[in-house]
C-alpha cells in the first residue's frame, strides 16, 4: 500500500511539474531576469529613438536639408522625425502578428535588431552634400524602419513584464520597460552634451553628431545577449497548450476589440505630448530662441529626465495600490494644468524658471505613463495581446508625438508659448476622458 501511494504521488508530481513547465514562469524566467530584459531593451530602444530626436533638434537639418531656409531646415527635420510614428502603428501589426502567433521572445529580438540597424546606418549615411536628395530619401527610409522596430519593441517588453508578474504586482512588474525611455533619453542627451563640451560646433556639425548612432551597434549586442537567455512567458504559453492563438490577430484586433484599441491610444497621448514638446521642441526652441547653448541645455534636460525616472516606479506601485485610473486621472488634470505654465517658466529668463518646468513635464510624463505598462496589456486577452497593447500605444503616438514638435513650431510662431502649452492641455483633456472611459483593469486575470 505504500508503494501505491508512492507511486500515485508520484504521477501527480509529474503531472504537476508538466503543467508547470507550462503554465508557470520557468525558472530561466526569474524576476530579476525579466526586469532586466524587459528595462534593457526599451532603454537601448528608446536611446535610439532619442538620438534621433536631439539631432533633429540639434543638426539633422544643415546636414540633410542644407538648401534651405533655417526655418525649413528645423521643419524639415522634424518631418523626419514624424516619419517613425506613422511607422510605428505598421511595426505594431507586423511584429504584434509574430509576437501572437510564434512567441513574445523571439519577436522583441527582431524589433531590438532591426532598430539597431537602421540607428547605425543612420551614423554612416553621407550628407546632402555628398549624394545629394539620396541623403534625405535614405534618411527617411532609415527612420521609418526605426518605427517599425519601435512599434514592435514596447508591446513586447510591457508583455514579457506583466505575464511574468506575480498577482496583485503587474503595475510594478510593467515598470520596469516604462524606465527604459528615461535612461535611454538620459543616456542619449548625456552622450551628446559630453560631445558638446569636447568638440567645436564645426566639428561636432562635421562628424560628431555621428558617434551617438554608431554606438547603438554595441549596446544592441547587450541587448539580443539578454533577451536570448529568455525563456518564453508562462501566459502564452498557457495560450498555445490551449490552442487559442488566432490566424490573423490584427484583423480579430479590430472586429471584436476596437474600442479599448482606440480608448488605450488616446489615453497615451497626453505621455506623447509631455515628452516630445519638453524635450525636442523645447530644445529647439531654448537653443534658437532663448539663446542658451546647446551644453546648457541638455544639461537641463539631463537635470529634469531624472524626475521623471523618480516618477516611474512612484506612479507603478500607487496603480497597484489604488488602480490605474484614480493615478491617470490625478495625472491627467495636472498636465492640464502644467501647459499654462509653459509660456511663463520659459520666458521668465530664468534658468531656475525653464529648469521647472522641464522637471513639472517630466515628472508627470512618469506619472502618465508608469501605469501604462499594465494598463494596455490588462486590455485585451491572450491572444491579440501583443497587437493591441501595440496598436494602442502606437496610434497613442500618431495623435501625441508625430507632428508634435512640427506643429509646435507653427503654434508659437502663430501665436507664441502660449499655444504649445494650450496643445500640451489639450492632449491631456484628450487623454482623460479616454481614461474615464476605460474600466478599471487592476484586479482583471491575464
Request: glycine content about 10%; proline content about 5%.
Amino acid at each position: 500500500m505504500p508503494m501505491e501511494l508512492s507511486t500515485v504521488r508520484d504521477n501527480r508530481m509529474t503531472t504537476s511539474s508538466t503543467y508547470s513547465d507550462t503554465a508557470q514562469a520557468s525558472p530561466g524566467n526569474s524576476p530579476a531576469r525579466v526586469a532586466t530584459a524587459s528595462f534593457i531593451g526599451t532603454a537601448i530602444e528608446f536611446y535610439d529613438f532619442y538620438v534621433y530626436a536631439t539631432a533633429a533638434a540639434l543638426v539633422i537639418g544643415p546636414v540633410f536639408f542644407p538648401q534651405t531656409s533655417g526655418t525649413a531646415q528645423m521643419l524639415s527635420a522634424f518631418l523626419t522625425f514624424g516619419i517613425a510614428f506613422l511607422a510605428r502603428p505598421l511595426g505594431s501589426a507586423l511584429f504584434g502578428h509574430f509576437g501572437d502567433r510564434v512567441g513574445r521572445k523571439s519577436t522583441l529580438v527582431a524589433s531590438l535588431l532591426l532598430m539597431g540597424v537602421c540607428t547605425t546606418l543612420i551614423g554612416v549615411l553621407p550628407g546632402y552634400d555628398s549624394i545629394g536628395a539620396w541623403a534625405p530619401i535614405l534618411l527617411c527610409v532609415l527612420r521609418f524602419g526605426q518605427g517599425l522596430g519601435l512599434g514592435g519593441e514596447w508591446g513586447g517588453a510591457a508583455l514579457l513584464a506583466t505575464e511574468n508578474a506575480p498577482k496583485g504586482k503587474r503595475a510594478w512588474f510593467g515598470m520596469f520597460p516604462q524606465l527604459g525611455p528615461s535612461i535611454g533619453f538620459l543616456a542619449a542627451n548625456g552622450l551628446f552634451l559630453t560631445l558638446a563640451m569636447l568638440l567645436t560646433d564645426e566639428q561636432f556639425r562635421s562628424w560628431g553628431w555621428r558617434i551617438p548612432f554608431l554606438l547603438s551597434a554595441a549596446l544592441v549586442m547587450v541587448g539580443l545577449y539578454v533577451r536570448l537567455k529568455l525563456e518564453e512567458t508562462p501566459v502564452f504559453a498557457k495560450a498555445v497548450a490551449r490552442h487559442e492563438r488566432v490566424k490573423m490577430p490584427v484583423v480579430e484586433l479590430f472586429a471584436q476589440y476596437w474600442a479599448p484599441t482606440l480608448l488605450g491610444a488616446g489615453a497615451m497621448v497626453v505621455c506623447y505630448a509631455l515628452f516630445y514638446i519638453s524635450t525636442v521642441f523645447s530644445l529647439s526652441y531654448g537653443v534658437s530662441t532663448l539663446g542658451y547653448s546647446r551644453e546648457t541645455f541638455l544639461g537641463l534636460l539631463c537635470f529634469a529626465v531624472l524626475f521623471m525616472a523618480l516618477a516611474t516606479p512612484l506612479s507603478a506601485w500607487l496603480s497597484d495600490r489604488y488602480g490605474r485610473k484614480p493615478v491617470l486621472i490625478v495625472g491627467g488634470l495636472l498636465a492640464i494644468a502644467s501647459g499654462f505654465t509653459m509660456e511663463p517658466l520659459l520666458t521668465s529668463g530664468s534658468t531656475t524658471g525653464v529648469a521647472l518646468f522641464l522637471a513639472i513635464e517630466l515628472f508627470l510624463m512618469g506619472v502618465t505613463f508608469a501605469p501604462m505598462g499594465a494598463l494596455l496589456p490588462e486590455l485585451f486577452p491572450t491572444h491579440v495581446r501583443y497587437t493591441g497593447a501595440s496598436a494602442a500605444y502606437n496610434l497613442g503616438g500618431i495623435v501625441g508625438a508625430s507632428a508634435a514638435p512640427f506643429f509646435a513650431q507653427k503654434l508659437v510662431a502663430m501665436g507664441g508659448l502660449s499655444w504649445v502649452g494650450g496643445y500640451v492641455s489639450a492632449a491631456a483633456v484628450l487623454s482623460l476622458i479616454a481614461v474615464l472611459c476605460l474600466k478599471e483593469t487592476r484586479h482583471s486575470e491575464l
